[in-house]
């Protein structure tokens, strides 16, 4: 398909300028004299696609694994000692915990970079994002509370006390309860997010260090280190219901999109029980590396990442086999990671076998004046003079046709 980037174009010396391109296949792209595809000059936009972000946590840098190609396309500097990330439902934000520094760093997937960082507790560890994006939620496990981060101030807006020792949280799918796994302690503390305030304590195995919930938002996973085995609690009576063992020091659990099987990487036996979540059983255990820590599915639930922290690289597993099917390396001892489909710059799209028959950008910011855009092979090429220090903001649309 042909694609039509917006961006923002800034102050280059004495101009504005910004080179993009259009490409269709089997068809001529036809502008009528209009400029249509606008990309910003750099830093260069991230491609759109689905990228797991990895924390690693000793060379203090977040690596972008492309999961097309299992390759690391990004490494990103966050600071010291990166924990854990999530990255919100639209992809364009994620969200990483420093335990060092007792602070969250926010990227910008569009570009890779680090736009703030947000002061929360004292040692950060889990982090989760609710599905509307509007609040992050972070387990700070040496103060023992969860900070409430509002994302469209980056602002901390409320402190919650839970139990001793949080390390890992999950919110459920309508964003109206956390769930927090409080290591110390031994229990799972529930957050009614409306009050954000703790509603129940739900005793738990031995030393619980993740948690996951189902889509329906009936059911909770916790990986209990100490005692080898998975809780699983009903949400509608916050009790657990079933007890299931696993491997040795399960440290991280994730729930696939049907809410049908359960993934937990076994840190000492360096293997992933599967859990069939009808039965609550386990059927199926794979090797994979040493020192398994952070898991998580891809958005389609086809593949399973696991960070492997002694090998410093992440396990990719084909859910279809249950088979490790790449490794792909990392930095320095990986921990948490998130998997999501980000939208790189943002596009207007003409479909496949169609010609742009029209179409051009909305500007926001001063006017610019000599706009001059031109054909080169594929693209176009677009340069534009503006007298101002403000930035030029495009919004492009098309019009399309079916090929003659």
């Known amino acids: ?66 999961t097309s190609t299992n390759t690391v396309t990004t490494t990103i500097f966050v600071g010291n000692a990166p924990r854990d990330v999530a990255v919100n439902r639209a992809g364009t934000f994620a969200y ?121 938002g009936t059911r909770v996973y916790v990986a209990n280190t100490t005692s080898d085995n998975v809780s699983v609690i009903d949400t509608s009576t916050n009790t657990v219901t079933a007890t299931v063992l696993v491997g040795d ?9 049907a809410g049908t099987l359960v993934y937990v990487a076994n840190a000492d036996s360096g293997d992933v029980s599967v859990i069939d979540t009808s039965t609550n059983t386990v059927t199926a255990t794979i090797p994979v590396g040493v020192g398994l820590t952070g898991v998580a599915l891809n958005p389609a639930g086809t593949l399973v990442y696991v960070t492997n922290t002694l090998s410093n690289n992440v396990a990719v597993i084909d859910t279809s086999t249950n088979t490790v ?33 029209g179409g051009g950008f909305e500007i926001t910011g001063p006017p610019a004046s000599n706009l001059v855009s031109k054909p080169v092979d594929d693209s176009w090429e677009v340069s534009l003079t503006n007298e101002s220090t403000e930035p030029i903001t495009f919004t492009p649309y098309a019009v399309c046709a079916p090929t003659p």
């Open 249 to 257: 020091g399960p440290r991280g659990v994730a729930v696939n999109p």
């Open 1 to 66: 398909m042909a694609s039509i980037a917006v961006g923002e174009v800034r102050s280059r010396g004495g101009g504005r300028w910004v080179r993009v391109r259009a490409r269709i296949a089997a068809a001529a792209v036809v502008l009528s004299g209009l400029p249509i595809s606008i990309m910003a000059a750099p830093p260069a936009a991230a491609a759109p696609g689905t990228f797991a972000y990895v924390a690693n946590t000793l060379s203090d840098n977040v690596s972008v694994i492309d």
């Open 96 to 216: 990483v915990t420093r335990a060092a520094a007792d602070q969250v760093s926010v990227i910008d997937t569009s570009t890779n970079t680090v736009t703030t960082t947000v002061n929360v507790g004292d040692g950060p560890q889990g982090v989760a994002v609710n599905q509307a994006g509007t609040r992050v939620y972070v387990a700070n496990s040496n103060s023992d509370n969860v900070s409430v981060i509002d994302t469209s101030t980056n602002s901390v807006t409320a402190t919650i006390p839970v139990g001793d020792a949080p390390e890992e949280l999950a919110v459920n799918q309508a964003g109206t309860r956390v769930y927090v796994a409080n290591t110390n302690s031994d229990n799972v503390s529930v957050i009614d997010t409306s009050t954000n305030t703790v509603t129940a304590t739900v005793p738990v195995g031995d030393a619980p260090s993740d948690v996951a919930v189902n889509p329906a």
């Open 325 to 357: 099917t790449a490794t792909v390396p990392v930095g320095t001892f990986p921990q948490g990671l998130d998997v999501a489909a980000t939208p790189g710059s943002s596009t207007a799209d003409c479909p496949l076998g169609s010609v742009i028959t």
